[in-house]
């Protein structure tokens, strides 16, 4: 497929979903109160009913992802198959996610589907983008586990529930972990399994403030995997496209796909704390950017600026709600996110002052779990100098 009638393909597919968004926005605000009410009924459905559900959502998406893997092979797709696939099995879980986080995954992905049927787009890209938006799905659902589980602390039984939904989601998503693990040599596997470990330990102990920290944990780990499959140097999509543009256009407009449905699962919570940054991302990755104009270096810098940035905003609210549960919690989030960086701060400021500025972190988050402010408030403004100075650089 030419360059061109890809771009544009794209950029329609873009139009589209957001025409469709629209429609659905609308649909939503009109909702009959019947239907209200049978969600309410819903929600009391039983245990076997809810896991037999989670069972339908992963091996929905295996099947799917087995005919869409056809087309690396070079065969046919039998993409009515796998739009009934997604419509019985897993676009509920979409549109759920969708009207919490505010997105249109449903949209682009019932459009993707389409264009691959009629031709209109790469079954390759439609693969990718079918795979990494579910991705996001399932881990916006992990954190939708976590979000219910604090609702209903209190209620043991419940919660242990909520828990063992999220592990199930976050099954799903172990092996993109277990690759980005494999390719930087990094632990984020036993990381995630410790945090898991820490928040059932919480539930025991009827410790919420240990299974807020523990939360924390899985899904600032999560987020740097996604990190890593994007932006980071040199196993990120922004560098592979870029190195494959040299020799195969149309091979390297996959990896940008890639790169940009793997991104949404990082660009609202970036938007929100780097705006600037998060745009010029989001359009490197856009299909309608050329490939041959990818700037991996610019992408990672933009990265390691607007995790910089997140990081500084978590340790002021930490400052901000000082005594307060949510200090702590905010304090090991900063930390969560000088990690996901981690090695792009070290290449900036050298080992050494790495190692001292994660000392610092865990130096202030337990100054704040003990709510000792006189040792906390000097190590904070030395964390906020270093980061500063790493998003000095970063440009």
Known sequence: MKKRQLKIIFASFLMASAVLSACGSKETSEKPKEEKQEETANAGESKEEKAAEEVDFAVGYMEAITELDKAKEKKEVDFAMVTDLYTKNLQSLVQERDAEVEAQHDQHITAALKAGQDGSMDPIVVRQIFDKLMQKVFYTTVKHEFTEVGENWGNKDAVKEEIEEAKEFYAILKSTVEKRDAAYGTNMVSVIDGGFAEIEKAVESD???????????????????????????????ATKAAAEAKENTEVAKIEQAEGWAFYQSLFKYLNSHAAED?????????????????????????????????????????????????????????????DVIGEDIKGIIGAEAYQTLTQQAQTYLEAAKAKDKEAGEPVLAEIQTTLQNVINQAK
């Open 207 to 237: 410790d919420l403030l240990a299974f807020q920290l523990g939360k924390q944990v899985v899904d600032k780990t999560l987020m740097k995997t996604f990190y890593l499959a994007t932006g980071a140097i040199p196993n990120g999509y």
């Open 278 to 338: 998060a745009a010029l991302i989001e359009s490197q990755f856009n299909l309608e950017t050329d490939v041959a104009t990818l700037d991996p270096a610019a992408v990672n810098k933009a990265f390691v600026r607007g995790f910089s940035k997140i990081a500084l905003d978590e340790y002021a609210e930490s400052l901000e709600t000082w005594g307060e549960d949510k200090s702590p919690i905010t304090a090991l989030e900063g930390a969560l996110f000088i």
